[in-house]
């Protein structure tokens, strides 16, 4: 098989690249700082490697603003702390950088309130998805308990504030629009359904099976 490229590199891409690789960098580094044994191991090898995406990725503000966000996280819960919405917050904040980063005016305004959202919505699903298996393995998990309708209520608001932001968008791309739209309106509520589900009739993803008990949603 001959390799083709399918899609033209282009400043968004690149940019969704290297917040990603960002995103990954800090994620497995926090890890491997609160990981013992085999996890901690596999972390630490994770890490060498992801250090060179770190660099390649180049982006320093946004790279500082994720390491803060990432140890006020880590912070929040190693205190055992068991209110989600203020763990959540740093979640939001977080994403809400890597939304808005490089945009200016109301493009950034926009940008920065549905990362929030999207940020603290993210952190609720893993925190509900993850919570049997936290239980079962002794693991901090921020949910007080399997509160399953709490928490979907906490969870549309959260899908309430990223749409009235989303509806502000002007005239952007129409594929594009339609494809945020999508996310927000069909697949977001499905999987949030879903995870909620589980969580009342107590049974944990059977695909989390395996996974670190140091893995924290993000």
């Given at each position: 098989?001959?390799?083709?490229p399918?899609?033209?590199?282009?400043?968004?891409?690149?940019?969704?690249?290297?917040?990603?690789?960002l995103l990954?960098?800090?994620?497995?580094?926090?890890n491997?700082?609160?990981?013992?044994?085999?996890?901690?191991?596999?972390?630490?090898t994770?890490?060498?490697f992801s250090?060179?995406m770190?660099?390649?990725?180049?982006?320093?503000?946004?790279?500082?603003?994720?390491?803060?966000?990432i140890s006020?996280?880590?912070?929040i819960e190693?205190?055992?702390?068991?209110?989600?919405d203020?763990?959540?917050?740093k979640s939001?904040?977080?994403?809400?950088?890597?939304f808005?980063?490089?945009?200016?005016?109301d493009?950034?305004?926009?940008?920065?309130e549905i990362?929030?959202?999207?940020?603290?919505?993210?952190y609720?699903?893993?925190?509900?998805?993850?919570y049997?298996?936290?239980?079962k393995r002794?693991?901090?998990?921020?949910?007080?308990?399997?509160?399953a309708?709490?928490?979907?209520?906490?969870?549309?608001?959260?899908?309430?504030?990223a749409?009235?932001a989303?509806e502000?968008?002007?005239?952007?791309d129409?594929g594009?629009?339609n494809?945020?739209?999508?996310?927000?309106?069909?697949?977001?509520?499905?999987?949030?359904?879903?995870?909620?589900?589980?969580?009342?009739?107590?049974?944990?993803?059977?695909?989390?099976k395996?996974?670190?008990?140091?893995?924290r949603?993000?």
């Amino acid at each position: 098989m001959k390799k083709k490229p399918y899609l033209k590199s282009n400043a968004e891409l690149e940019y969704c690249a290297a917040a990603g690789a960002l995103l990954a960098y800090y994620s497995i580094e926090d890890n491997a700082r609160d990981s013992r044994g085999v996890p901690e191991l596999a972390a630490r090898t994770a890490l060498l490697f992801s250090r060179r995406m770190r660099k390649k990725a180049g982006l320093p503000e946004l790279s500082e603003a994720i390491s803060d966000r990432i140890s006020e996280l880590s912070e929040i819960e190693g205190s055992g702390e068991k209110d989600p919405d203020r763990a959540a917050e740093k979640s939001g904040e977080m994403t809400a950088e890597v939304f808005s980063h490089s945009l200016e005016g109301d493009a950034a305004r926009i940008a920065r309130e549905i990362g929030f959202h999207v940020g603290k919505w993210v952190y609720f699903a893993d925190a509900a998805d993850d919570y049997y298996r936290d239980l079962k393995r002794k693991a901090y998990n921020p949910l007080p308990g399997p509160d399953a309708e709490s928490l979907r209520c906490a969870m549309n608001l959260e899908l309430e504030g990223a749409a009235a932001a989303f509806e502000l968008i002007g005239d952007a791309d129409p594929g594009i629009k339609n494809i945020i739209g999508n996310i927000l309106y069909l697949g977001m509520p499905a999987r949030a359904e879903k995870i909620l589900s589980a969580l009342e009739n107590g049974t944990p993803d059977p695909h989390k099976k395996g996974q670190s008990s140091d893995d924290r949603p993000l």
